[in-house]
């Protein structure tokens, strides 16, 4: 299973951003999907996870009611919307899948089976 994340740049705080995830290989829908996060010097985050078939979402506090999910399992895509942006929320995105029947909590990285090379996003005060 390959992932390929895209659509990082640098943009201005408050604007909005779509990251999008796209993966060969094997069939999307059987993967839990996720995005991470990761700044310079600090830990990979949890930003998001969505379900299989894309019926349950669960975000980290911090982009909550901001960022939102989405995925087309006919096209083995997942995207990402992040609006309102802020510099903190700068950092290199990773696209993550893992099988849907993993018990392993959707907001760690240890669970994740499959990872793309990530997206860098860079928001300027």
């Known amino acids: 299973v390959q992932l390929q994340a895209s659509g990082g740049g640098l943009v201005q705080a408050g604007a909005s951003l779509r990251l999008s995830c796209t993966t060969s290989?094997?069939?999307?829908?059987?993967?839990?999907m996720a995005w991470f996060r990761q700044a310079p010097g600090k830990d990979r985050e949890f930003v998001g996870a969505?379900?299989?078939?894309?019926?349950?979402?669960h975000y980290a506090d911090s982009v909550k009611g901001r960022f939102f999910l989405a995925r087309d399992n006919a096209k083995n895509t997942m995207d990402l919307l992040m609006n309102n942006l802020a510099p903190e929320d700068a950092a290199r995105y990773f696209c993550?899948?893992?099988?849907?029947?993993?018990?392993?909590?959707?907001?760690?990285?240890?669970?994740?089976?499959?990872w793309g090379q990530g997206t860098q996003v860079t928001v300027s005060s």
């Open positions: 993550a899948a893992k099988y849907a029947n993993n018990s392993v909590s959707s907001a760690l990285p240890s669970g994740y089976r499959y």
């Open positions: 290989g094997r069939t999307v829908g059987d993967f839990t």
């Open positions: 969505i379900s299989r078939k894309g019926g349950a979402t």
